[in-house]
């Protein structure tokens, strides 16, 4: 499940949000960072290979965008009107030593093949996701 979908109900009740602290020095707590890219964007990509029978190989699919752990949590505080309340808690020490610190995905090669829609901003993402799938379905 997506980060938000495990963090919403954090955020909902207890008005609050939990990260992982870092354990490189020189990369602050919450600014991990991730290319997160919306389910929708992703669909925009599927679209585009199917309707380009031709095209074959295999393509990076992101935003091309890393956004931080910290970035993401505002968007779901932003998209509730609520203050952002960011606590940082120790990361399990099974993955500390495998974790990965950046992601960011190289969408070089899908740009070259033509594909040129933009993805959705983080901010605007994140309310999509809240107010059309998350509120209305289980959680108020």
């Not at 752990?69 to 120790?90: D, G, Q, V």
């Amino acid at each position: 499940a997506s980060i938000i979908h495990q963090k919403f109900p954090q955020v909902l009740y207890e008005g609050k949000i939990t990260l992982f602290k870092s354990y490189i020095p020189e990369i602050p707590n919450g600014e991990q960072k991730r290319d997160f890219i919306y389910i929708k964007d992703v669909l925009k990509v599927v679209k585009f290979f199917i309707t380009s029978p031709n095209l074959t190989g295999i393509f990076n699919v992101g935003t091309g965008i890393a956004h931080s752990f910290n970035e993401l949590a505002r968007a779901m505080f932003n998209a509730l009107k609520r203050p952002s309340k960011i606590e940082y808690i120790p990361m399990p020490e099974q993955i500390r030593d495998k974790y990965q610190y950046f992601t960011q995905a190289d969408i070089t090669k899908l740009r070259s093949v033509g594909f040129s829609e933009e993805c959705t901003p983080i901010d605007d993402a994140v309310r999509d996701y809240i107010h059309n799938y998350l509120i209305p379905k289980t959680y108020l």
